[in-house]
Every structure is written in C-alpha cells, then in structure tokens.
C-alpha cells in the first residue's frame, strides 16, 4: 500500500457513530444543504418498500435530514413500483426522464437519470435490495458531506456475509469486488486501494460534483465513478464510513460473471482514454459468450457488454445527447 493511501486511511475513514445525528442536523441546517436519497431499482418488490419506509420514518419524519426519496424504476415487470410509492417514496420511471433519449439496460442508467429528476445539494445513492436495512447507512454517508466542505464523495464501507439457504458464511459476500474490483484497482489506480466496498452501491456526494462525471449504463458506473472522481477532485475529497453489515440479494455466477465483464470494460476504457493502454477495436462491441449444461452438452450464450456511457450532466445542452 503507498504512503498516501496509508495516510488516507486514517484521515479519511471513519464510523456511522463518529457524527452524531444532532451535529448532521446542526451542520444542515447552518450550511441550508438539502438532501436527495435515490434508489435505483429493478424488480425490487421484496425489498424496497422496507427501505423506503423506514428511511421515511427515521430520516425525513422523525427528523429533518433527507429532503427529498425518489425510487427510480428501471423497467420492473413487478410490483416495485406500487410498493415504493405505498411507503412514501416519490416513483419516476426511467422512460419518463428525458424521453427524448430512449432509455438503454443498466443501473447506471438510472442513477445518471436520477441527477435530472432530483434537485439536493448531496445525493445518496442506496440500493434497493437491502435487506434488515438500517438508516445509518444514509446518515453515516452523508456526514462527511455535511461537516467537511473538504469532502466531495463517500462510500459506504461494511461487512459483507454470502447468505445462502443453507447458511452464512461471513466474509464471503462482494465475490466480484474482492477478484476483479479490488485487483484492477491495485493495478491501475493504487490511490483506490484504501477503499474497503470499492463496488458497493451506497454512496454519496456533491450533485456538483456528480454532474461532472460520466455515468457508465450498466454494472461499471461504480468503478467508473470512483476513478473519474479520484481524477476530477484527488483522493482527499474522497472518504469512507463504517455502516455495519449489508445484507442483500446474491446473483448468481453467471450473472456476477456478465457484471464481471462490464466492470473490466469500464476499467479498459478509462485506461485506453488516458492513453494507458492502447484501444482497440475489440472493445467497440464487446460480447461475453457463458455456458449452460442442457440436453445436448453445453450450449453457450453470448450477449454485448454495454458501452454506452452517458455524459457529464452539466455538459448537457440539447436533445440530442
Ligand atoms: O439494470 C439494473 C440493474 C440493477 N438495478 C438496481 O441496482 C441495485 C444494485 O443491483 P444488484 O443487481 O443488486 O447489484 P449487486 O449484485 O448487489 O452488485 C454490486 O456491485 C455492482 C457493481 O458495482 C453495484 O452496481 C451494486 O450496487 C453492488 O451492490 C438494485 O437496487 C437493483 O434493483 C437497476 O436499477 N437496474
Ligand atoms: O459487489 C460485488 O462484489 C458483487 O455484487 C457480488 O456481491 P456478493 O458476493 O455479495 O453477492
């Protein structure tokens, strides 16, 4: 680990419990910042409406620290919808935002979506498979944005248990973090390495910063967000917070591997736009071919990795983005 980062850590990380709530709602209200909380999510019912309601209850109702709670629905065929909107969240469908520009696959899609549709000073980005989700992880993330005009970005950061029906096993959760993330991150932008969830989709930051920044369509916006915001702002704007532990709904193999894939494209990207590594043709349609065991032996499957990324909001001028 390099000097910086070994010094980072210790300026830069720190607990839920470090910023009391009195001293979050006392930093607010003298700095008049206001608070947006957006969920993402894609066939979410299960989980979003807990969410939803008891960041409501906690955060908005109890006490004035989020202003605004919008779930942006990424084309559910459920009922995730109706079940945010039942538990007091404000529901814009992706297709409804900018629909001059047809809305493609991905979560990043939607979080870059969310910055039109939202108007809080900082915004939080918490997923919306959470499961015995705990308020903290909002109050904790947004903090140091609230205390610290210093910090521009910050990351949730907590255990992750593998919970399987046949038990749990501690550690064992964030499988594409710990051997694509985290190693492409070590290789490439060493100044990252301090970060402990580098993948974790709970995080917050200045919309000034936020609308600078391309947003990845798919599974890399993650990854994409934290180098670019390591290049637009230096690593002291960027921090992390201990939450605690983060259940949620595991994907499978083949799904983490179709993840996998589109995270080390971003990677690529990046690398190839500083002039790193040389671009190649390859990387302009991307396919990622997996396997099934059926009848007949293995049949493989090949679909395209996204490539579209979607530019800095503040560069937008017209339509035709
Ligand atoms: O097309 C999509 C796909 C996902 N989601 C939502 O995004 C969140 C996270 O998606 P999920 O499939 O649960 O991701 P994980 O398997 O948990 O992947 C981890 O790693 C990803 C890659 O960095 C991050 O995007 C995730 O936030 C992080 O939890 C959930 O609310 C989803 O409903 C969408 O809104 N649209
Ligand atoms: O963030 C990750 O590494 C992937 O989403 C996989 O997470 P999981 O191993 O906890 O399911």
Known sequence: MLDEVADWLRRRSWTAADRPLPDLLAAKQAGGTTVSVVLPALDEEATVGGIVAAIRRELMEAVPLVDELVVVDSGSTDRTAQAAADAGATVVHRDSVLPELPAVPGKGE??????????????????ADLREFDPAFVSGIIGPLLTDPDVAFVKAMYD?????????????????TELVARPLLNLYWPLLAGFVQPLGGEYAARRSLLERLPFPTGYGVELGLLVDALELAGLDALAQVDVGVRHHRHQDALALGRMAASIQLTALDRLARSNRIKATDDLATPTLTQFTRTASGFTPTTVDLPTTERPPIATLTGPDV
């Open 110 to 127: 939607v979080l870059w979506r969310s910055l039109l549709v939202t108007s809080g000073d900082l915004v939080c980005f918490i997923d």
């Open 160 to 176: 992750r248990p593998l919970e399987t029906d046949t038990g749990s096993i501690p550690a064992g959760g964030g499988r594409v």
